[in-house]
């Protein structure tokens, strides 16, 4: 297929694209056009029907969209002017196409996830953990599929998967490291922190926050899931369990980051810092990653409170 990206003003264009957004407007004559958001894996472009005739068959937002039409270019930023539009018959189009996905394997990325669980020791944790990666066929469908988040960081297809993966990844190193930890705690907590997005954010292509995301959140959704889930199994420790929900609930760090508690056992602090490594990274690699090529500087970030600039790549 043609990708948004790869077009250049004064070329035609044709294909099909996500409609993300759909608005009806007026000119300042008072003449009505479309107003849309087009959407593939690549990005996002302005496109524009001007003419409402027969070429223009009727669709909404979020659906897919055959058009044709002309690349022109609007106050320094490309835009499409849509001449005909349709919806997309199944078969023409594949979802992936559209949407942002990891750029990892992910049945690799999830075999690891079950090496972590099958080397739990502790019967209590070990049976949670199955119960979900091994169990629950849609659980593992959503894990799989899912954001880890709208935007900022992993906000695409599998990134939940993969921002997990790292997380675990870094606390088996502090385990390995610090005798402190218990291990098969925080492994635990790595591998479920984060599960509540699966409620708090919809499927793709929408990914967007549902109405328990607004509402409730992924901490409290997570540690509620993990309250219910100990729940049913028989004499799991009660101390043990709040443990676990602990460590989700103060997984964010600190109160003005989201977290209802900061974190107050060993495993609560190295999950937190895995994730907050994580989620700082991953951001850094996708601002660089937009900047294109070069060390220029970026200017001021508001999350990392500095003006960012890529480090030289020379021997």
């Known amino acids: 297929m043609n990708y948004l990206k790869d077009y250049r003003e004064g070329e035609k264009f044709v294909g099909t694209y996500l409609c993300k957004q759909k608005q009806v407007l007026k000119t300042k004559a008072g003449k009505t056009y479309y107003s849309l958001i087009l959407q593939d894996k690549t990005g996002t472009a302005d496109g524009k029907i001007w003419e409402l005739n027969n070429g223009i068959a009727s669709f909404d937002a979020m659906n897919y969209i055959h058009c044709e039409g002309m690349v022109v270019s609007f106050q320094g930023n490309l835009q499409m002017n849509i001449s005909r539009v349709r919806i997309s018959d199944e078969g023409e189009y594949n979802p992936a196409d559209y949407v942002p996905c990891t750029e990892k394997n992910t049945d690799k990325m999830f075999g690891e996830i079950l ?7 502790n019967t209590y944790l070990r049976q949670i953990l199955e119960m979900y990666f091994v169990q629950d066929e849609q659980f593992i469908k959503d894990f799989k599929r899912h954001s880890a988040a709208k935007s900022v960081h992993h906000g695409y297809m599998g990134g939940l998967l993969e921002h997990t993966l790292s997380v675990t990844n870094m606390c088996q190193f502090y385990a390995e490291n610090y005798p402190i930890l218990h291990r098969d705690l925080l492994i635990t907590a790595a591998l479920f922190h984060d599960m509540g997005k699966i409620q708090e954010i919809s499927d793709f292509p929408q990914n967007s926050y549902t109405d328990d995301g607004q509402m409730l959140g992924h901490i ?17 420790p009660a101390k043990l369990k709040n443990e676990l929900v602990h460590c989700i609930l103060a997984h964010h760090g600190k109160l003005e980051f989201g977290s209802p508690k900061v974190p107050a056992i060993v495993e609560a602090l190295a999950l937190h810092m895995a994730d907050t490594t994580d989620a700082k990274l991953q951001t850094l690699k996708e601002i660089f990653q937009s900047a294109g090529s070069g060390t220029e500087w970026l200017g001021y970030n508001r999350m990392f409170e500095s003006n960012l600039r890529k480090t030289s790549q020379e021997d």
């Open 220 to 236: 409290y959704i997570g540690a509620r899931e993990m309250e219910n889930a100990a729940a049913k199994i028989s004499g799991f």
């Open 115 to 121: 090496k972590y669980v099958a080397s739990v020791k």
